[in-house]
């Protein structure tokens, strides 16, 4: 595993890219994605496509008064590497200057890996590793095979901070300030 990649475990970055940015502030850092696609035909969600890596920015608003979509700022709460093809990862020049080898990697190795790396990773299932930091939650996701097909970073907004707001498929609008 490359150490770019452990280093994303660790710390829930990706060279100049974290969690909780605006989309023109990724725009800024690490160029033009080759795709931007709304999630339901909805702006509230949008992915960011960089294959591999995958930008997912959600609606927020900064307010909890705030209902039905009023005054919301798109923001990035995930970021996803995909090595399910077992070719190197190119990622943006700016986050990798070099194409990444990514080796089928089984999930128990990178556990060990990473552990011996002094990232510890907590086995959440059969098919993911985790590892929880203040404001995300690191996932390793295999297969059925128990081979290595994503590594992402998540955000979590906290009561009293960003209050999350989305419609949902039936059109009613959800909201949450719990911990997810």
Request: glycine share 8%; hydrophobic share 35%.
């Amino acid at each position: 595993m490359d150490d770019l990649l452990i280093e994303f475990c660790r710390s829930g970055t990706l060279g100049p890219v974290a969690l909780g940015m605006s989309p023109s502030d990724v725009v800024e850092r690490i160029g033009k994605p080759s795709r931007i696609k709304n999630g339901q035909g909805d702006d509230c969600f949008q992915r960011y496509s960089y294959s591999p890596l995958e930008l997912s920015m959600r609606c927020f608003a900064r307010d909890a008064k705030i209902r039905h979509g009023a005054g919301r700022d798109l923001a990035l709460a995930s970021i996803t590497i995909q090595l399910n093809d077992g070719g190197p990862l190119i990622l943006p020049d700016v986050i990798a200057r070099r194409p990444i080898t990514a080796t089928p990697l089984q999930l128990g190795d990178a556990h060990r890996l990473l552990t011996d790396r002094g990232v510890e990773m907590t086995r959440d299932h059969d098919q993911m590793l985790m590892r929880t930091l203040d404001e995300a939650s690191i996932h390793v996701v295999s297969d059925e095979d128990g081979f290595v097909l994503e590594i992402s970073a998540r955000w979590r907004p906290r009561p009293g901070d960003w209050f999350y707001s989305e419609e949902n498929e039936a059109g009613i609008w959800v909201s949450d300030t719990s911990r997810t």
